[in-house]
C-alpha cells in the first residue's frame, strides 16, 4: 500500500504515468514505490508542488522552513542547497519558472546571483531548457558536464569518491532508490543531502555538515559549477552555474572559519 505522501504526489500530477513522465523514469519504477525515496523527495516536490513534509512526514516531521529553533542563517543555507539541487536533477518546468522569477537580490554577490536567475528564470520556456539541460547533462553517449564528484576528482566514474559518499549516506539513514539512475555522488544528491543535514532532516547526527561539506562538496563542487557557467548557452543554466559557484565560495570561507 502506498503511504499519503506519495498518493497525494500523484493524485497532483495526474497520475502514476504523469507523474514518471514528470520525473524522467519509468511508469513500472514509480508504480512500485510504496513511498518517495529519500534521493527522489526534492523532485517530486518541484514538479508537483507538494511539499516535501507531506511527501515524506519521517524526514521532514520539522521542516527547516517552519521550525522556530533553526538558526535564521542556517535556514538560508538549507534552502540554499536545495535550491541547487532542483536546479539540476532535471530541467524545470514551467511553474517552476514561474516561482523562481519572483526570485530577488541585494548587492551581494549571492543577491545578484538570485536576482540574474530570477531575471533568467522569467524570460525562459521549457523547451529550450530542456535541450540545454540534455546537451549538458545527458547527450547522446554522454553530456558535455559530468555532475559526479569521482569523474571530477579522478576522471573515472564509480571511483572511491562514490564509495565515500555511500558511506556517509550509511551513517545518516539514507537507503539509495531501487529504481535509483544517478551514482550518489551527483551534484544535485549532495546538495540535497547538505539542506537536510542543516535542517536536521536525518534520523542520525553522525556526520554534521561540515564534515560532508569538506569530504563531497569543496574538492570539486567550485569547478563544476565554473564549468557550468562557461558551457550553457542558456541564460537559465549560465545563471544556475553563477550561483552554485559563489555559493560553494562562500560556504568554503564559512566552513574555513574556526569554531
Known amino acids: ?21 514528470l ?8 508504480s512500485n514505490w510504496k513511498r518517495v525515496p529519500a534521493d527522489r523527495i526534492l523532485q517530486v516536490e518541484a514538479v508537483t508542488g507538494v511539499p516535501r513534509a507531506v511527501i515524506r512526514p519521517d524526514l521532514y516531521e520539522n521542516p527547516f522552513m517552519e521550525a522556530p529553533d533553526l538558526d535564521p542563517i542556517e535556514r538560508a543555507r538549507a534552502d540554499e542547497y536545495a535550491l541547487l539541487s532542483m536546479l539540476l536533477w532535471r530541467a524545470p518546468s514551467q511553474d517552476l519558472l514561474g516561482r523562481l522569477a519572483g526570485l530577488k537580490g541585494d548587492a551581494s554577490p549571492l543577491g545578484m546571483a538570485h536576482l540574474q536567475l530570477g531575471i533568467a528564470a522569467a524570460a525562459s520556456r521549457p523547451r ?75 534520523a542520525s547526527d553522525a556526520v554534521d555538515d561540515k564534515a560532508f561539506f569538506d569530504r563531497h562538496l569543496k574538492p570539486w563542487a ?38
Open 1 to 21: 500500500m502506498r503511504d499519503q505522501g506519495l498518493e497525494q504526489a500523484i493524485r497532483t500530477a495526474g497520475g502514476v504515468r504523469e507523474l514518471s513522465r
Open 23 to 30: 520525473l524522467g523514469i519509468s511508469q513500472p519504477a514509480v
Open 128 to 202: 529550450e531548457l530542456d535541450s540545454d539541460y540534455f546537451r549538458l547533462f545527458i547527450g547522446l553517449g554522454r553530456g558535455e558536464l559530468l555532475p559526479y564528484g569521482s569523474y571530477y576528482l579522478t576522471g573515472f566514474l564509480h571511483e572511491r569518491p562514490l564509495a565515500k559518499v555511500r558511506d556517509d549516506l550509511i551513517r545518516l539513514g539514507v537507503e539509495r532508490a531501487e529504481d535509483a539512475r544517478e551514482p550518489e555522488d551527483h551534484i544535485a544528491m549532495l546538495c540535497e543531502v547538505m539542506s537536510g543535514i542543516i535542517a536536521g532532516s536525518f
Open 222 to 259: 567550485g569547478r563544476f559549477f565554473a564549468d557550468l557557467e562557461t558551457a550553457a548557452s542558456t541564460d537559465f543554466y549560465k545563471a544556475s552555474g553563477a550561483l552554485g559557484r559563489v555559493f560553494m565560495e562562500i560556504e568554503a570561507e564559512a566552513q574555513a572559519l574556526p569554531a
